[in-house]
T-cell receptor, first 116, second 110 residues
Framework: KAGVTQTPRYLIKTRGQQVTLSCSPI?????VSWYQQTPGQGLQFLFE???????NKGNFPGRFSGRQFSNSRSEMNVSTLELGDSALYLC???????????????FGPGTRLTVT | AQSVTQPDIHITVSEGASLELRCNYS??????LFWYVQSPGQGLQLLLK??????LVQGIKGFEAEFKRSQSSFNLRKPSVHWSDAAEYFC????????FGTGTSLTVIP
């Protein structure tokens, strides 16, 4: 079974631009979560989507948004990029159905975003 | 509030030596606990998980972890480290979202 895939793997953008990152979950997984990873802040939860609905959201500004399609693929968008948005963005999928915590997440390789 | 603490930012061990990475969690209910490993420039790979039952869980690559409720700990161990184990290790607890520790960087010296 194919793993979680993320595209593109690397991106360089200019401050003020916007960017869209894509994530395809493991087949059969309907839950997709996004994380931002930086050396200073570690792994921070952005949001989770399940059945095309945002189910949980982390503490990020409204410039960070996402969506999920009927095939469970997900995209996240960052508008008005800032230098501090430079990070590795990780997507994870799981079998999670309800809100219980007994689920494991499988991660993609990430998209490395550099904002100049 | 849920949180995970990994007290050791960086650990260096000799190849063939034993390894223990520490993890302490704070969670109000039954914790679901995980260890992940991340190689440079890569995503996170699940090493092992604890949901319930036997408090000593076995994972991939020869790793194991022991859940100790009284100490709120979930330490990762390996009896003999290989050079390929050099990576970043993350402990996590799940609730309505995952909460990750800040990670422990492992260096293996020959």
């Amino acid at each position: 079974k194919a793993g979680v895939t993320q595209t593109p793997r690397y991106l360089i953008k200019t401050r003020g631009q916007q960017v869209t990152l894509s994530c395809s979950p493991i087949s059969g997984h309907r839950s997709v979560s996004w994380y931002q990873q930086t050396p200073g802040q570690g792994l921070q939860f952005l949001f989770e989507y399940f059945s095309e609905t945002q189910r949980n959201k982390g503490n990020f500004p409204g410039r960070f948004s996402g969506r999920q399609f009927s095939n469970s693929r997900s995209e996240m968008n960052v508008s008005t990029l800032e230098l501090g948005d430079s990070a590795l963005y990780l997507c994870a999928s799981s079998h999670r159905q309800g809100q219980a915590g007994s689920y494991e997440q499988y991660f993609g390789p990430g998209t490395r975003l550099t904002v100049t | 509030a849920q949180s995970v603490t990994q007290p050791d930012i960086h650990i260096t061990v000799s190849e063939g030596a034993s390894l223990e990475l520490r993890c302490n969690y704070s969670y109000g209910a039954t914790p679901y606990l995980f260890w992940y490993v991340q190689s440079p420039g890569q995503g996170l790979q699940l090493l092992l998980k604890y949901f319930s039952g036997d408090t000593l869980v076995q994972g991939i690559k020869g790793f194991e972890a022991e859940f100790k409720r009284s100490q709120s700990s979930f330490n990762l161990r390996k009896p003999s480290v290989h050079w390929s184990d050099a990576a970043e290790y993350f402990c996590a607890v799940s609730g309505n979202q995952f909460y990750f520790g800040t990670g422990t960087s492992l260096t293996v010296i020959p």
